[in-house]
């Protein structure tokens, strides 16, 4: 999968492996391979409808298309539904005879947020006003804060209590969150193998936050 998902180097997160992983039972995610390219196949969340990945690859993506149509007509017996595209894709689905009835939108609510990582860094001029306030109230309130990059061999643990804590102040545990606590038992269990990289956030020597992620693209 690694192979594929470099070459196609896409910024939207579906596409980094660790999440793929990481979400694969709560998705039921599926994939093969057809004529060089890559085919992922999950449920949307909260209902029983199929919908595929863009094929990732290089070649003729119309034998790719092909075995989508094939698989959605006789294996999910479903309409063909695609998440997480980019335009090139689109612009190449749109002139394949076979997925010219397609309808392409773009949806807002399922977008991903793209941040300059200087403009992160730096929370230069007025439009990051608000949020250096909230550095400036959280150093006020919280002189005695610490942070560290996360060494998956000593603070696996206090992680894991930290969650613990944090399910069971959200008074019921509902299907997603226990799903969101298996998605980070299961990145945690192979932190290294997935390349995950975070912070740990302490205050008076007690975690209180952290934060773990991995690269999507080169």
């Known amino acids: 999968l690694l192979r594929y998902l470099k070459q196609a180097n896409k910024q939207c ?5 660790a999440s793929l992983y990481a979400w694969a039972s709560f998705y039921r995610t599926v994939w093969c391979e057809v ?20 094929p990732l690859g290089s070649g003729d993506i119309s034998k790719a298309i092909e075995f989508i149509q094939n698989d959605a007509s006789t294996v999910t017996h479903q309409p063909i539904r695609f998440f ?3 335009q090139e894709f689109v612009e190449q689905a749109q002139s394949n005879s076979a997925l010219q009835s397609q309808r392409f939108y773009k949806n807002r609510s399922f977008g991903n947020y793209i941040y300059s990582r200087e403009k992160l860094a730096l929370l230069a001029g007025k439009k990051f006003h608000g ?3 909230h ?7 919280y002189p005695d804060y610490a942070w560290k990059i996360i060494d998956p061999h000593t603070d ?3 992680i894991k209590e930290l969650l613990g804590q944090w399910i069971d102040s959200q008074g019921r545990s509902t299907t997603t969150i226990l799903q969101e606590k298996t998605m980070i ?7 290294e193998a997935l390349e995950l990289f975070g912070i740990l956030l302490t205050v008076e020597g007690k975690t209180v936050a952290f934060a773990y992620g991995s690269k999507v693209n080169a």
């Open 131 to 133: 949020k250096r306030n």
């Open 35 to 54: 004529d060089g390219f890559l085919i992922l196949r999950f449920l949307v969340t909260g209902t029983k409808k199929w919908a595929y990945l863009e």
């Open 156 to 158: 696996i643990c206090a």
């Open 185 to 191: 038992e299961r990145s945690l269990a192979s932190y």
């Open 84 to 86: 997480s595209l980019s």
């Open 135 to 141: 550095i400036a109230q959280f150093h006020k309130l």
């Open 13 to 17: 997160c579906d596409y980094a492996f």
